[in-house]
């Protein structure tokens, strides 16, 4: 006989649930859209290295170095960048106020300002425009597709001429002269923001632009700020632009950082992308092929990468030490070579925090020797 025994029925194991033990990946390196920085010379334009107050440092084997003041203005254009770091900006205001200008410094200012016409307003939506398609990249997208698709004919958009401007905070040379009214016609903008960030900066220079409207039609100003160091502790800065047309209207704005003529990413950059630090070193590497496809050309030090020791240093000749290294055809520091020669730490641990590019031949990349001065990142 059998026996039939009933009793609680068990209810089906539960689907075990999957746990991954692996940690996302950091994603503390940003690709964004920048400017590059020009001077006209004729029909030439000079790429900036880097603004040092009003001097421009020009990117020539001589660094020339020109007072903004002698030159007839400033051309920038959008580019697409690479940083290893972020700064953030809070509680940015652009109010349009009224100044009056006096003293010794009216000659001067006047100089230097002057908003220049846009006069055709297709090539202000023209610009805007550009500024929509520079980055090929959805959110979903592939790294290494972007750095194939920006290659350096697809990077040129069109330039913008801009007067020069001289950005102003408690010089002295502006103000309200005695009888001014505060119902004035705006002819002036100040700009107000906190700057901030979580690695050491110790020459951060901050460049804006500003669309203004006018019974003319649209203009473009611009305003630049040597800020200094840069830290945790958030720094209010205010800069007065005065020059502009009585009546203007603020359209919109852009706010870029940098530190010695390297670009930061910073919370108001367009299409801004956060990536690993692999993810970054693809990106330089993939455009720099693109870029050299047929060509031969040396490794060298990636800049907008640059460690930061660099960033964080106060003169340049604290990494004024050649050095000589073995770079491999992917671009990884192999070695440091002539060990018998004793490297200051400082500069030792700066060359092994550096990213490079290797050497192409024909375009094709191949393990070579590089001889630099980590001290060439200052651009003096």
Same mark, same amino acid.
């Given at each position: ?10 209810? $089906? ?13 950091? !994603? ?33 084997? %001589?660094?020339? !170095? ?42 001067? @200012? ?6 220049? /016409?846009?006069?055709? &307003? ?9 500024? %929509? ?23 040129? @958009?069109?330039? +913008?001429?801009?007067?020069? &401007?001289?950005?102003? *905070? ?15 016609? $705006?002819?002036? @903008? ?28 649209? !203009? ?13 502790? =958030? ?5 007065? +632009? $005065?020059?502009?047309? *009585? ?41 720099? +092929? ?9 490794? +060298? =030090?990636?800049? $907008?990468?640059?460690? !930061?020791? /660099?960033?964080?240093?106060?003169? *340049?000749?604290?990494?004024?030490? =050649? ?58």
């Amino acid at each position: 006989m059998v026996a039939l025994v009933f009793g609680p029925i068990s209810a $089906p194991a539960a689907t075990p649930v999957a746990v991954s033990s692996r940690a996302a990946p950091v !994603r503390d390196h940003h690709l964004f859209v920048g400017i590059d920085l020009f001077l006209s010379d004729g029909t030439e334009q000079l790429k900036i290295n880097k603004l040092e107050g009003e001097v421009a440092i020009l990117d020539t084997l %001589e660094k020339k !170095r020109i007072n903004l003041i002698q030159t007839s203005g400033l051309r920038w254009k959008m580019a697409t960048k690479v940083s290893s770091s972020i700064v953030t900006i809070d509680d940015l205001e652009l109010a349009e106020t009224f100044t009056n200008l006096y003293g010794e410094g009216r000659d001067r @200012i006047s100089n230097q300002l002057g908003v220049q /016409l846009m006069a055709d &307003q297709n090539l202000d939506r023209a610009e805007l425009s550009a500024r %929509e398609g520079l980055l090929n990249m959805g959110s979903t997208g592939s790294i290494t597709d972007a750095g194939q698709d920006l290659g350096a004919e697809n990077q040129s @958009i069109i330039d +913008q001429a801009v007067a020069l &401007q001289g950005s102003i *905070s408690d010089s002295g040379m502006l103000g309200a002269a005695p009888g001014d009214s505060a119902d004035q016609v $705006p002819n002036a @903008i100040e700009i107000t923001f906190k700057i901030s960030s979580a690695h050491l900066i110790m020459d951060a220079h901050v460049f804006g632009t500003v669309v203004i409207q006018t019974e003319a039609g649209i !203009r473009d100003a611009i305003f630049h700020e040597h800020v200094g160091k840069v830290d945790q502790t =958030p720094k209010k800065i205010t800069i007065l +632009q $005065p020059g502009l047309p *009585s009546g203007f209207e603020i359209k919109q704005s852009t706010i870029h950082v940098f530190n010695h003529g390297e670009e930061f990413a910073t919370n108001h950059s367009e299409k801004h992308y956060e990536l690993t630090a692999s993810e970054a070193v693809e990106f330089v590497r993939l455009d720099h +092929q693109g870029n050299h496809r047929r060509d031969s050309v040396p490794a +060298q =030090p990636v800049w $907008p990468l640059a460690p !930061r020791e /660099l960033h964080a240093a106060t003169h *340049s000749r604290e990494f004024d030490f =050649p050095v000589t290294v073995k770079i491999s055809a992917t671009g990884e520091l192999q070695s440091i070579e002539g060990d018998e020669l004793i490297l200051p730490h400082n500069v030792r641990e700066a060359v092994e925090n550096m990213t490079f590019l290797p050497a192409l031949e024909a375009g094709q990349p191949r393990e070579s020797i590089l001889t630099f001065n980590p001290a060439d990142f200052f651009k003096e």
